[in-house]
Nanobody, 123 residues
Framework: QVRLVESGGGLVQPGGSLRLSCAAS????????ITWVRQAPGKGLEWVSD????????YYADSVKGRFIISRDNAKNTVYLQVNSLKPEDTAVYYC????????????????WGQGTQVTVSS
């Protein structure tokens, strides 16, 4: 059974940092890319970052580029998101999801996103 468990969130002051973790099980972790998305209160889902299976291809949303760092440890079946220089607008529930491809080559995300981890940035 595919399972993704997010952790590491919390309450921090503006400018603070956290390390979010996405622990995976139930599939061959090293064969899949992983995406982080977030949902702020009252807002829709926002793509944050993704990393390919080998860790060599990394992408960030413009809103977080230069502040967040994604990485993975395939030996531990875990993807990390280091979130630095946090701003109040970063407040959201952060989710990770497995990246998949359709037969025509289109990318999509798996249905199992885990429970998410809450990041709250406030003075």
């Amino acid at each position: 059974q595919v399972r993704l468990v997010e952790s590491g969130g919390g309450l921090v002051q503006p400018g603070g940092s956290l390390r979010l973790s996405c622990a995976a099980s139930g599939f061959t972790f090293s064969s899949y890319g992983i995406t982080w998305v977030r949902q702020a209160p009252g807002k829709g889902l926002e793509w944050v970052s993704d990393i390919n299976s080998g860790g060599g291809n990394i992408y960030y949303a413009d809103s977080v580029k230069g502040r967040f760092i994604i990485s993975r440890d395939n030996a531990k079946n875990t993807v990390y998101l280091q979130v630095n220089s946090l701003k109040p607008e970063d407040t959201a529930v952060y989710y990770c999801a497995k990246e998949l491809r359709d037969a025509d080559g289109s990318w999509y995300l798996g249905d199992c996103w885990g429970q998410g981890t809450q990041v709250t940035v406030s003075s």
